[in-house]
C-alpha cells in the first residue's frame, strides 16, 4: 500500500494475474467518493473489458454511504460488461457498513489481493 496523509483519500491502478487492481486508502466520503467512481470507470472502460475487476480496501481508514454507493454502481456497470467486482482486505469499518446495509452479500469479498 503507497503511504498517504491521514484522512485523504487516494485510489490507485495496478495490474495483476487476473486483472486492474484498485487500492484505495484513506476517507472515502461524499467528498472523495468522486476520486474512486474516476478511478473505478476508467478501469472497466478499457478494452477489451476485464474479467474481474478488485478493489482492495485494506487502507480505508473511513466509509459512509457515498463510498458505498459508488461500489455498487461500479458493480452496476460492470454487470453489463460481464466484469465481476471483487472487494478485497475490506477494514472493520468498511466490513461493518457492508455487513448492516447488506451488500456485502452482493460482492465476493477477499481476504487477499492477486500477485501482480
Do not use: K, Y
Not at 503507497?2 to 484513506?26: C, L, M, Q, W, Y
Not at 476517507?27 to 476520486?35: F, H, N, V
Not at 472493520?92 to 451488500?103: D, F
Amino acid at each position: 500500500m503507497s503511504a498517504h496523509a491521514p484522512g485523504r483519500f487516494t485510489a490507485t491502478v495496478r495490474d495483476s494475474r487476473t486483472g486492474p487492481v484498485i487500492e484505495a486508502a484513506g476517507e472515502l466520503d461524499q467528498d472523495s467518493a468522486i476520486r474512486l467512481q474516476t478511478v473505478l470507470r476508467r478501469a472497466l472502460a478499457a478494452r477489451p473489458a476485464p474479467a474481474v475487476l478488485v478493489v482492495d480496501l485494506a487502507g480505508v481508514t473511513f466509509f459512509d454511504s457515498s463510498g458505498l454507493n459508488t461500489l455498487v454502481q461500479a458493480r452496476r456497470e460492470a454487470e453489463r460488461q460481464d466484469t465481476v467486482v471483487r472487494l478485497a482486505r475490506p477494514t472493520g469499518i468498511v466490513a461493518l457498513v457492508l455487513e448492516i446495509t447488506g451488500i456485502g452479500q452482493v460482492f465476493p469479498i477477499d481476504q487477499d489481493v492477486p500477485a501482480g
